[in-house]
T-cell receptor, first 113, second 112 residues
Framework: SAVISQKPSRDICQRGTSLTIQCQVD?????MFWYRQQPGQSLTLIATANQGSEATYESGFVIDKFPISRPNLTFSTLTVSNMSPEDSSIYLCSVDLQGYGYTFGSGTRLTVV | GDSVTQMEGPVTLSEEAFLTINCTYT??????LFWYVQYPGEGLQLLLK?????DKGSNKGFEATYRKETTSFHLEKGSVQVSDSAVYFC???????????FGKGTTLSVSS
């Protein structure tokens, strides 16, 4: 199965600032997925990142708030912009390696103060 | 739209008890079904999966059978351990390469 390295693992940020989360996969994958897990909640899909095109965002998430880059088939970043305390969550990236199933990064635990 | 419904938690059991966590789904076509587990303070781990009707996924003593007629994928374990205490998520994928859709999660607490 794929190994995903996600960083940072956690951060405490001031409101109004931005944080960029990186996700590195040890295999080439077409799609990478970014999720948010609010405290005590399930995972909600933010966007799907396809290399070479703009990310596709789910309802309730916009590019200005969560810009995503996908420069190649093994790497992606998610930025959480102009943060507020409501953005405090765990952010996870995921890939689907066909035949192996979906693998998740270890997550970035973000606290906004 | 496509969705997953899990039984509400928390589920509290004594060690060696039988576990069932119900999961039903709504989907067009023939989704793949998954159970993920999240131990306290850790990331998401794939527990088991099934890709077609009547498939049974199994791992670490856990089992789930893909029931198309009842659109269900209930998770079972014959004898739980304290170390099974975690949050369990049922999820589906409409087709390969699309994102997973998750249920709300069920917290399991096992006491000795």
């Amino acid at each position: 199965s794929a190994v995903i390295s996600q960083k940072p693992s956690r951060d405490i940020c001031q409101r109004g600032t931005s944080l960029t989360i990186q996700c590195q996969v040890d295999s080439q994958v077409t799609m990478m997925f970014w999720y948010r897990q609010q405290p005590g909640q399930s995972l909600t899909l933010i966007a799907t990142a396809n290399q070479g095109s703009e990310a596709t965002y789910e309802s309730g998430f916009v590019i200005d708030k969560f810009p995503i880059s996908r420069p190649n088939l093994t790497f992606s970043t998610l930025t959480v912009s102009n943060m507020s305390p409501e953005d405090s969550s765990i952010y996870l990236c995921s890939v689907d390696l066909q035949g192996y199933g979906y693998t998740f990064g270890s997550g970035t635990r973000l606290t906004v103060v | 739209g496509d969705s997953v419904t899990q039984m509400e938690g928390p589920v509290t059991l004594s060690e060696e008890a039988f576990l069932t966590i119900n999961c039903t789904y709504t989907a067009t076509g023939y989704p793949s079904l998954f159970w993920y587990v999240q131990y306290p303070g850790e990331g998401l781990q794939l527990l088991l999966k099934a890709t077609k009707a009547d498939d049974k996924g199994s791992n670490k003593g856990f089992e789930a059978t893909y029931r198309k007629e009842t659109t269900s994928f209930h998770l079972e374990k014959g004898s739980v351990q304290v170390s099974d205490s975690a949050v369990y998520f049922c999820a589906l994928s409409i087709q390969a390469g699309t994102a997973l859709i998750f249920g709300k999660g069920t917290t399991l607490s096992v006491s000795s």
